[in-house]
């Protein structure tokens, strides 16, 4: 079993629409859980950072972990065009130890 | 805003030559990692360092890889011998404790 799973994609949406990025995690010792977006061809860019359960909001960008399900989410509100990236989420057990990715979804907002 | 630099962008290289990758921290970072992204596929954890030794590295860190701080402020990854299947992007992460920065990541093409 993947110890990290996320639905490729692709995704499309019309720009302003809220869109619902999902992981899902087997390893129930992860405590670390970070959303990055990715654009192609260039490397992770840290978006959200959460500790165990429970809602973080920034901006447009609200990360949902719920470890009773093992299910990581992450919320854009107001989709820009500019928000069109494969959205990577990831997790690690202790601070500062090794992320695990998910496989990445890849999403664009249409204008 | 401090960044993760790289060097070079882009390494092309012949099967069995010895590559280095080269990577500045941002400044105040205490842990240094090194992941790669075969095309198409999941960002993969490779080995992580910390107060000047390795701290936990993968399976596909075999003795083909090595890393070291050779100056005090520049990381890096040093590949021998290097395989077809070693074509990848390579990104270092720079961390303060839990959040991990990624850097633009080096290309590296073995023919």
């Known amino acids: 079993q993947k110890e990290v799973e996320q639905d490729p994609g692709p995704l499309s949406v019309p720009e302003g629409a809220i869109v619902s990025l999902n992981c899902t995690y087997s390893?129930?010792?992860?405590?670390?859980f970070m959303w990055y977006r990715q654009y192609s061809r260039k490397g992770p860019e840290l978006l959200m950072y959460?500790?165990?359960?429970g809602n973080k909001e920034d901006g447009r960008f609200t990360a949902q972990v719920d470890k009773s399900s093992k299910y990581i989410s992450l919320f854009i509100r107001d989709s820009q065009p500019s928000d069109s990236a494969t959205y990577l989420c990831?997790?690690?057990?202790?601070?500062?130890?090794?992320?695990?990715f998910g496989q990445g979804t890849r999403l664009t907002i249409n204008p | 805003e401090p960044e993760v630099t790289q060097t070079p962008s882009h390494q092309v290289t012949q099967m069995g030559q010895e590559v280095i990758l080269r990577c500045v921290p941002i400044?105040?970072?205490?842990?240094f990692y090194w992941y790669r992204q075969i095309l198409g596929q999941k960002v993969e954890f490779l080995v992580s360092?910390?107060?000047?030794?390795?701290?936990?590295k993968s399976e596909i860190f075999d003795d083909q890889f090595s890393v070291e701080r050779p100056d005090g402020s520049n990381f890096t990854l040093k590949i021998r011998s290097t395989k077809l299947e070693d074509s990848a992007m390579y990104f270092c992460?720079?961390?303060?404790?839990?959040?991990?920065?990624f850097g633009p990541g080096t290309r590296l093409t073995v023919l």
């Open positions: 390893n129930s010792a992860f405590q670390y």
């Open positions: 360092f910390y107060n000047n030794e390795i701290s936990e």
């Open positions: 400044s105040n970072h205490l842990y």
């Open positions: 959460t500790y165990s359960s």
């Open positions: 990831a997790s690690s057990i202790q601070g500062a130890q090794k992320l695990v």
């Open positions: 992460a720079t961390a303060p404790y839990n959040e991990q920065f």
